[in-house]
T-cell receptor, first 114, second 114 residues
Framework: GQQLNQSPQSMFIQEGEDVSMNCTSS?????WLWYKQDPGEGPVLLIA?????ELTSNGRLTAQFGTTRKDSFLNISASIPSDVGIYFC??????????????FGGGTRVLVKP | DTEVTQTPKHLVMGMTNKKSLKCEQH?????MYWYKQKAKKPPELMFV???????INESVPSRFSPECPNSSLLNLHLHALQPEDSALYLC?????????????FGQGTRLTVV
């Protein structure tokens, strides 16, 4: 099946730092989505990307849909403590008419530097 | 409003019990999903309903039985579960029209099978 490689698996941040994470795939996706998940909660949609090359921002978050449609990255600028959590990328592919499937990356765990 | 509501939030059940998880959305979305998520792992797709019809079953054991009574509701009936079925069960919905394929998740039901 399709596999998404998300890196890094984990990272430590210090308040004020910029952080980056990315996802790569062996397959093409129609849409890339980025989610954040806090412990015990469901994933919350951060950014949706619909076109190859698209660069989209949501506050301190910026994400890009790679030109080959096989990759995407997410940047968080000037990180703050509440940025801690697990970030997932997800690629959307159409299985059949009106039926889409999300494939998730393995997640990037963002932690605060002790 | 991008709210998907799941009940209950927590559930403990014995291996001989029958229980149901419920999911509701009022965004007019025509696709609804069940995912299973184990600790420190990404969500895994179980079922996809499109226009109230089961479109995808990812080879899920028959002890999990989905039901879509109408376009706003999605249930997951549980019977004779095993301890390894303990996980966070997530419901999601998406519009699935044109480019709008982003999925919105509920808070999840934390299921413990004893």
């Amino acid at each position: 099946g399709q596999q998404l490689n998300q890196s890094p698996q984990s990272m430590f941040i210090q308040e004020g730092e910029d952080v980056s994470m990315n996802c790569t795939s062996s397959s093409i996706f129609n849409t890339w989505l980025w989610y954040k998940q806090d412990p015990g909660e469901g994933p919350v949609l951060l950014i949706a990307l619909y076109k190859a090359g698209e660069l989209t921002s949501n506050g301190r978050l910026t994400a890009q849909f790679g030109t080959t449609r096989k990759d995407s990255f997410l940047n968080i600028s000037a990180s703050i403590p509440s940025d801690v959590g697990i970030y997932f990328c997800a690629g959307v592919s159409m299985i059949k008419a009106a039926v889409n499937k999300l494939t998730f990356g393995g997640g990037t765990r963002v932690l605060v530097k002790p | 409003d991008t709210e998907v509501t799941q009940t209950p939030k927590h559930l403990v059940m014995g291996m001989t019990n029958k229980k149901s998880l419920k999911c509701e959305q009022h965004m007019g979305h025509r696709a609804m999903y069940w995912y299973k998520q184990k600790a420190k792992k990404p969500p895994e797709l179980m079922f996809v309903y499109s226009y109230e019809k089961l479109s995808i079953n990812e080879s899920v054991p028959s002890r999990f039985s989905p039901e879509c009574p109408n376009s706003s509701l999605l249930n997951l009936h549980l019977h004779a579960l095993q301890p390894e079925d303990s996980a966070l069960y997530l419901c999601a919905s998406s519009q699935d029209r044109g480019l709008r394929t982003e999925a919105f998740f509920g808070q999840g039901t934390r299921l413990t099978v004893v």
